[in-house]
C-alpha cells in the first residue's frame, strides 16, 4: 500500500518534472522577441494570450509558475472536500463508541450496520467525484481538437512535415479516443464499483472484499502499462519524425548552397523564418500544457485528498476493529485512486506528447 500511495502522490511531480525538462527551450524561446507578419497568427495568438502562465515568468521561477496554477478556489474546494467527510467522521465515531458498550456477540452487528450507513454517507461525494473527473476529460479533448490543427500548422510553417502528420495522427487521434471511452465508461464503470464494494464487504466472505480491492489495483495498474505503452510509441515516432524533418531540412539547405549569391539570400531569409517559428513551437507548446496542467493540478489534488481521508476512515475502522467498514473504506480509496489514475493517465500522455513536439526538433 505505501509503494502505490507513493506512486500516486509522486504523479504531479513527474508532470512537473516534464515542464523542467524543457526549460532550455522556454529560455530560448522568452529571450527571443517573435517577429511579425508570421503566417497564422490569427490562429495561435488566442492561445498565446490566453495561457494562465507566462513563459517568461516559467524561466525565471518554474517552482512559482507550477504553484501559481493553483488557483485561490483550489483551497476552497479541498476545504469543502474536508467539511464532507465530517458526517462520516461523526457517524465513525459514534461505532467506535457502541464497540466499547456492546457485547462481543453484537459487536458483528454494529460492523455490518457501520458499514452500510459508509457506503450510503460516501456514496454521493464519490459519484460527484467520477462526473467532475469526466466533465474534465470532455474539456480536454475538445480543447486538443482546436489546438493540435493549429500547432500542426505551425509545425509546417517551420519546416516540420512529418511531425505535423504525426501530430495529427497517432498523438491527437490516440488521445481523443482515449479520453472519450475513459469519460464514456468511467461513470458507470466507477458506480458499479461502489456497488460490489459495498456488496462484497457487507458479505461475510472476507475474500469478496479483498477481491474487490485487488480489482481496484489491478486497473490501476493497468492504466498505468497503458500509458507507458502509448508515450514509449510517442517517443519513437517522434524520433523517427524528427530525423526525416531534418533530412529534409539538409537537402534543402544543400540545394538552396548550390546557388551562388539567390541561394545565399534565400537560406538567409528563411533561416530567420524558422527561427521565429521554432521559437512560437516552444511557446505555443508551453501554452497548452500550462492550460493542462491548471485544469489538472486543483482537480487532482481534490482526489488525493479524498484518498487521505478514506484511508483515515479505513485506520480508524481497523483500530477500533470494525473489519468489514475498514475493507469498504479501502475499496472506496482504491477506487478513487483509479479515478487520479485515469486522469493523470489522460493528462500524462497530453503533456508529454506535446512537449515531445517542441522539444525534438527537426528542422
Known sequence: MGTDW???RVLPLLAAGLLLAALPACRAAAGYSLPDGLPGQEDWQGYLDGAPAALEDFVDDPLGTVLGLLSGGLWRT????????????????L?????????????????????????????????GLAGAVCAKLEDWRL????????????????GEGAAAASAGGLFLSGLCLLAQL???????????????????????????????????????????????????????QRIFTGQLDRASWQLGQMLTGTVPIIGQSLSAAAGAVLGGMQMLKSGLGFAAIAF???????????????AALLLGCELLCTAAGIGRCAALFGCLRQAVQALAAAMALVFGIAVLGTALLFMVGGG
Open 6 to 8: 507513493l506512486k500516486r
Open 78 to 93: 479541498v476545504r469543502d472536500s474536508v467539511g464532507g467527510y465530517s458526517r462520516v467522521l461523526l457517524f465513525l465515531l
Open 95 to 127: 461505532a467506535v463508541l457502541l464497540t466499547f458498550l456492546l457485547e462481543d456477540g453484537r459487536r458483528e452487528l454494529l460492523d455490518l450496520a457501520a458499514a452500510g450507513g459508509s457506503a450510503l454517507l460516501c456514496w454521493a461525494a464519490l459519484g
Open 143 to 158: 480543447f486538443l481538437l482546436g489546438f493540435v490543427p493549429v500547432y500542426q500548422g505551425v509545425l509546417l510553417a517551420g
Open 182 to 236: 475513459l469519460a464514456g465508461w468511467v461513470p458507470p464503470l466507477f458506480h458499479c464499483y461502489l456497488a460490489l464494494a459495498a456488496a462484497c464487504c457487507i458479505s461475510t466472505e472476507g475474500a469478496l472484499a479483498a477481491a474487490c480491492r485487488a480489482a481496484g489495483r489491478l486497473l490501476r495498474k493497468g492504466l498505468g502499462w497503458a500509458g507507458r505503452a502509448f508515450a514509449a510509441l510517442l517517443g519513437l
Open 292 to 306: 493542462l496542467a491548471a485544469e489538472f493540478l486543483p482537480l487532482y489534488l481534490v482526489l488525493m485528498t479524498h
